[in-house]
């Protein structure tokens, strides 16, 4: 796609930020990353022919239990925002997310976003939902979908919310498989419409919303691995972390309060944005959109190249082995988050899937007193 953009529209100025403008002008990084594409490709062709999935056990609807249970964290970004520092800032869409608030808003604001991840799926889930989720619950699940996106104000939770509608109604056959390229198509229109619309409305003062260098750069994706295969290339010029598995190091302890452990990483975006403007690592306030695998290679080297997407396929492959389709559904989302945003924004959701897994593996192993026969089928 970022070939087919510069044909069409003639290669981009990336002047505005440095780093991308020098990776712009770094021809080895160009051809690392055609190789890259290509065995990516590879690498997941060869993957998806590992085996057929099995067959989902609650395909045909969702249990009870697991209703309530979605109902509940689908209205947990709205508890969230009533204990916000300016919650009625919220109520003027996008106002909080354009980073036009104070720093202890946005900061809180994370907070937010990450629980609205979350809530978006499991809304999904009660929209498409199988015969036995009443109408009243699905409405339920209408208003919680379009409140997380509200709260979230960004358009990827819009993004986010019809990836999720569409991956929770094709495991619970809601929609023919057949038929799926056709609803990616109309998404993608409705997407690009709704994202010309954003930038006029919500940005129209960003440099970004000025030109065709904005879209350039929120679909095509290529300009930060393009910076992180370059600053390998030629060391010493662009640093982007300071030591090997620094926002690594982050993820690990991003549930130890800073209060505790004073010099602890912060995400990757903090290091990569502000590489981009060739600035020491500081917070501007915003962070450049990034992905596992430009991370891969800011952490591992030249290496990240290859173990991102084998990390994306083996996920892809338990995804495949999971039998629960609201568990698969969730497994779903983060493969296709790690492909678009950085790993930091998942890890609410990746530890929620890693605690329904252990509790589905205590039961069928019989821990804690239960016996295999008692799992249900909505874990």
Known sequence: MP???DRARGVSDFSVFPGFHWAQN????????SAFLVGTFLIFAVFGRLGPAPTIRDAGGLSVPLQYFCMLL???PLITVMFAPEPFAYLKYASVAIGTSSREILAYHEIVSAFALLAILCSSALIAGGDNVRAWVRLFGIVAL???VWVTGKRAAVAIAIVALLIVAVQRSRVPRRNLVLGGCLATFFLGAYSVFYQATFRAESELANGVLGYRIDYTRDSPLLMAI????RPGILTILEFRGQSYLYNVLSL???????????????YFTSALFELPPQDLGWGMTTSIFDEAVANLGLSGLLLAP?????????????????????CILIICGLCAIQVSVLLPLIVFVMSL?????SMRLGLFGLRSEQVTRSV
Do not use: H, M
């Open 230 to 233: 370059s600053s390998e290339l």
């Open 310 to 330: 084998l990390a994306v396929g083996l996920l892809a492959i338990l995804t495949d082995r999971v039998t629960s389709s609201f568990t698969r559904a969730l």
């Open 3 to 5: 070939r087919i953009f």
């Open 146 to 148: 379009l409140g997380s």
């Open 26 to 33: 770094v021809p080895e990084a160009s051809q690392v990353y």
């Open 256 to 270: 130890v309060p800073r209060d505790f452990l004073s010099n602890k990483p912060y995400p990757y975006s903090y």
């Open 357 to 361: 897994l252990l509790v589905s593996l």
């Open 74 to 76: 689908s209205i947990s």
